[in-house]
T-cell receptor
Framework: DQQVKQNSPSLSVQEGRISILNCDYT??????FLWYKKYPAEGPTFLIS?????DKNEDGRFTVFLNKSAKHLSLHIVPSQPGDSAVYFC?????????????FGKGTLLTVNP | DAGVIQSPRHEVTEMGQEVTLRCKPI?????LFWYRQTMMRGLELLIY????????DSGMPEDRFSAKMPNASFSTLKIQPSEPRDSAVYFC????????????FGNGTRLTVT
C-alpha cells in the first residue's frame, strides 16, 4: 500500500522555466511533509518541508504547496537551473510531528536542459 | 562536519556469504536509521535507533538481517546469509530527534549479491 505517490517518474524542463513536481498521499493522519533531492551516487538531501497547518512554504527558488482536501502537494522550482537535475522524493513521517519512520514516494527524475 | 559516513561504498559478494555494512552518524545526533532503496519498492525504512537503542525493526525483511548500534558513533547492518534479492543500495541516516529536524543521509552502500 503506497501511502505517498509520485505518479510522474520523470520530468524534463528548459532552463529558466518552472518545474512542478507532484505528490499525492492517502493517509489523512500525515501532518508534515518533506521534499528530498538526490544526485546519482549520493544520499538524499533535505530540501524543504511544510506543516499541514500551512498551505505554502517558500525558500528561495523552491516553493511547496499543500492542498489537504485533495491530499496533494507540489514542489515548484523557479527558475529551474541545470544543477537542479536530480531525483526528487516526497516524504511524510508516520508518527506526527517528527521525522520518525519517513514514508517516501518513489521519486521523480527532473532533467533541466540548458 | 563530515556528514554521515558509510562503508564500503560498493560491495559485491556471492550468495550465502555474510555482508556487514557500516555507518558513522553525525556527531551529536541521537537517532539513526537504516533505509534500503530498490527499483521495485523505492526507499524503505529497515530499522531505527534512538540513543543507541533499537526502537522499531518492523521493516527488517527477515531474520537474515540484523543491526546493532554499540555506541553513539557506530552502527552495523548485517545480512547472513546474503541472497541475490538483497541487492540494493543501503542508506544510513541520522538526525537529532528534536522537532522536525530533517534526516541526514550517507552516500549509501551499493550491494550486489551474485
Amino acid at each position: 500500500d503506497q501511502q505517498v505517490k509520485q505518479n510522474s517518474p520523470s520530468l524534463s524542463v528548459q532552463e529558466g522555466r518552472i518545474s512542478i513536481l507532484n505528490c499525492d498521499y492517502t493517509n489523512s493522519m500525515f501532518d508534515y511533509f518533506l521534499w528530498y533531492k538526490k544526485y546519482p551516487a549520493e544520499g538524499p538531501t533535505f530540501l524543504i518541508s511544510i506543516s499541514s497547518i500551512k498551505d505554502k512554504n517558500e525558500d528561495g527558488r523552491f516553493t511547496v504547496f499543500l492542498n489537504k482536501s485533495a491530499k496533494h502537494l507540489s514542489l515548484h522550482i523557479v527558475p529551474s537551473q541545470p544543477g537542479d537535475s536530480a531525483v526528487y522524493f516526497c516524504a511524510a513521517p508516520n508518527s506526527g510531528g517528527s521525522n520518525y519512520k519517513l514514508t517516501f514516494g518513489k521519486g521523480t527524475l527532473l532533467t533541466v536542459n540548458p | 562536519d563530515a556528514g554521515v559516513i558509510q562503508s564500503p561504498r560498493h560491495e559485491v559478494t556471492e550468495m550465502g556469504q555474510e555482508v556487514t555494512l557500516r555507518c558513522k552518524p553525525i556527531s551529536g545526533h541521537n537517532s539513526l536509521f537504516w533505509y534500503r532503496q530498490t527499483m521495485m519498492r523505492g526507499l524503505e525504512l529497515l530499522i531505527y535507533f534512538n540513543n543507541n537503542v533499537p526502537i522499531d525493526d518492523s521493516g527488517m525483511p527477515e531474520d537474515r538481517f540484523s543491526a546493532k548500534m554499540p555506541n553513539a558513533s557506530f552502527s552495523t547492518l548485517k545480512i547472513q546469509p546474503s541472497e541475490p534479492r538483497d541487492s540494493a543500495v543501503y542508506f544510513c541516516a541520522s538526525t537529532l530527534m528534536l522537532g522536525n529536524s530533517p534526516l541526514h543521509f550517507g552516500n549509501g552502500t551499493r550491494l550486489t549479491v551474485t
